[in-house]
């Protein structure tokens, strides 16, 4: 039995997915005088092909893609970029605004989630 609705449980796997931006984004702000330190970000993309496991499709032509995960990690380093002679790729700026812009991803997520908590609470209640 689901307990909760679908929208929940994407609220959380959004949430889970910020969290882990979070992490990333304060790990290259700590680590922006560092030599030699790639900075990190979290791809949706291997996000998602390692969620894909669970996605149920059926192909009627064999011409569709499949659903299948090759993936292992969220977390990868950029190493292709230096910024600075030391090594270090990391662009304060850039991890400043991707900071920025993570708050308010997670900060509408958390009062969505807030959100269909009060109706539910709401409900039992009985409306009043």
Request: aromatic share 8%.
């Amino acid at each position: 039995m689901n307990l909760f609705s679908n929208s929940i449980t994407s609220l959380e796997h959004g949430l889970n997915y910020a969290s882990l931006q979070q992490k990333a984004i304060a790990n290259n702000i700590a680590n922006v005088d560092t030599p030699n330190y790639k900075s990190q970000e979290v791809s949706f993309k291997q996000i998602l092909e390692k969620k894909s496991d669970s996605l149920q499709a059926n192909r009627t032509n064999e011409r569709h893609f499949t659903f299948s995960s090759t993936s292992d990690g969220t977390i990868i380093a950029k190493r292709n970029l230096s910024y600075n002679e030391s090594g270090n790729n990391v662009d304060i700026d850039q991890e400043m605004s991707d900071l920025a812009t993570n708050q308010i991803y997670y900060n509408a997520l958390t009062d969505r989630l807030s959100s269909k908590f009060s109706s539910l609470s709401n409900v039992i209640r009985g409306g009043r």
